[in-house]
């Protein structure tokens, strides 16, 4: 009889973890090597560009129809050879012209696999608003070394602020030209299915969606949620003639199955269809007590008469980037209260956040510093997080905004219940240390959104200030 023992759970782990860091120097290395020959793959393009270009200026071709041509007849022959659409390589020779012109640091950095396509795409994209090649080399001393600490969806409300300090035009003048183009449309797909597109100001559009997102949370919470569906043939609630499951076979309703992202669905088209989300049921009161939320961050000189535009103190929505002072100044009129953030001069770090109700400055100083969860890569909004201690308050972890930080669910547990180790330094940034040992530095996304000089806005390590008076 042959004895068979497990392996503790420790060591097993151990072992699990001993293995991953064995594969996780290849799976660096091949990022490294993917984005070297995407960059190889831009100076190509570039190059076929410049031929046509020449080919254009040689032949003396003015109108543009003849010299459209010539960029066709390259991008189709690329095409055939990748099997792919000839306008996607027509659009990409263009982007990797520009990318190759205006943006050399960045196709260095992706060259040496510091960053990645993505964030290429986000620097580039943004900074389209830019008119001239010296303001965009700028423009891109001032994001590049952001972009190679964090991910590409952490960069883009960054590049969208720094791009705003060299543009041409301002953005309430883009905003008010934008507003003419806001529209909603609609897109059949497969199997009885289209997709509804609404193009609407930034804000009203991020409000819908945190409304939406409220309430589907609220009926997923509510266990007796089993109200009257738009849809019943598709909700195992229900019977086929519409009737709930349970008055129709006498047995107890099926449970509701559906995802958050079925369940928004379902309540933005009762929302739309009826006016109530009545394909959910919601607690008495429940419904009104729901409102959108938005985190804007307002210079006050902008409330302040007819201050002039100023693109290095932008009013920005969280998550998404600058708006226009226009709806700044309406939401200010209508917000029951507001956080005042005091920054540093130069470096833009939160030094305070301040109200009458000391009980919530912590809290209020978190949200503004923090915006999501702080585990690298991670934006789950900040109201949707936990506040963790990052040394253990069972353990004697103060209870200080030097010791605290926002995490998701997941990396909350992650962090308590994995190898994972986090350890806050100055100004909230955090030092987080794999099971293989590497670490990865987090710092707030606020350091940089209020940064006022681009030296200081990607700036790594700049020395400490005065915590927060609490």
Known sequence: MQ???????????ARAIDRIAEVLPDLIGVREQVARLQALEARLLAQTDGIVADWVADAGLQRRSEAEMPHRIAATEIAAAWRVSDRTVQRQ????????????GTLASLEAGRISLAHVRVIVANGAIIATHELRAEYEDAVLP?????????????????????????????????RQRRTVSVTDLDDGMAELIAVLPATLAHGAYDRISQIARLAQATPSACGESLFPEADPRFAVDGTPQAEADGTPAAADTRTLNEVRADVLADLLLTGLPSSVTVPDGGLHAIHATVQVTVPVLTLIGEAAADPFDATMLAGHGPIDTATAAALAAIAPGWDRILTHPITGSILAV????????MRRHLRARDEHCRFPACRVPARRCDIDHNIDYADGGPTDTRYLSHFCRRHHTTKHHSPWRVRQLARGVLEWTSPTGRVYID???????????????????????DPAPF
């Open 3 to 13: 004895n068979s023992t497990s392996l503790p759970s420790d060591e097993a782990a």
């Open 93 to 104: 020779m263009g982007e990797a012209a520009t990318l190759v012109t205006d943006y050399p």
């Open 146 to 178: 952001y972009a190679e600490t964090e991910a590409a969806t952490r960069l883009a409300p960054i590049c969208r602020r720094r791009a705003e300090w060299y543009a041409d035009v301002t953005l309430d003048e883009r905003h008010q030209q934008a």
């Open 354 to 361: 301040d109200r009458y109700r000391p009980s919530e400055q």
């Open 443 to 465: 710092r707030p996304v606020s350091e940089v959104a209020f940064a006022t000089f681009p030296a200081e806005a990607g700036a790594i390590c700049t020395p400490a200030f």
